[in-house]
């Protein structure tokens, strides 16, 4: 319905476990009609941001997401990068982080996301670790993913519109509807994937809307 109308579309995602040549690959397979450049996500964000601070990060990341990290010199590190790396986030990885932090390195959080659904239930996203460094150094890290207002306006810059003409569909009201709502956008809350009940109590604005699923939203954006 959404291609049909004249509206246009565009999937962002704060995912960080795969290249964004992965997760292009992984939603074709799964039945998505999209094109690769129709993906906007925090990790494209991030190289752009590393690139333009010529840093050499510490990147706790994911091994499939390192391929989008392949240009980016990582000897010597200067900065400590991190998104969602369940086998990094040990004791001596993070130590060496904290050192890194206390010597003064920059801090880049791909996103804060302070959970995630998995096949077998929620799972702590990186957002407790990147906050527990954050407590020790006393430092605040940079964060380049959702809720950002930057990762929104970015996303949607290549449609030449205004954020109040954007509505961005989720199912984290703080990390999707809240970032987007704070930037002008109205936001949709799904009752799916991740939500928890009551979850559209947690942000003030309350979301634009609250609904079942995906089909029901687009529904709503086509009676609009």
Known sequence: ???????N??????????????????LQKIGFDIESHEIFSSLSAAVKLIKKKSLRPLLLVDDRALEDFQDIE??????????????????????????????GAPF????KARYF?????L????????????YATDTTAEVVGKPEK?????AVEEFNCQPNECIMIGDDVLDDVGGAQNCGMLGILVQTGKYRLRDEDKITPSPFMTVKN???AVDKIMSI
Do not use: C
């Open 74 to 103: 990582t000897k010597d590190e200067n900065a400590v990068v991190i998104g969602l790396a369940p086998e990094k986030f040990q004791y001596n990885i993070l130590n060496q982080a904290f050192r890194l932090l206390m010597d």
């Open 214 to 216: 995906f089909s029901e």
């Open 123 to 134: 799972a702590l996203g990186p957002g407790p670790f990147i906050t527990g460094l954050e």
């Open 1 to 7: 319905m959404l291609r049909k109308s004249n509206l």
């Open 9 to 26: 579309v565009k999937f962002v995602t704060n995912t960080t476990k795969e290249s964004q040549r992965l997760l292009f690959e992984r």
């Open 108 to 111: 880049i959080a791909i996103h």
């Open 117 to 121: 659904k998995t096949s077998t239930g």
């Open 150 to 154: 930057s990762f929104f306006l970015s």
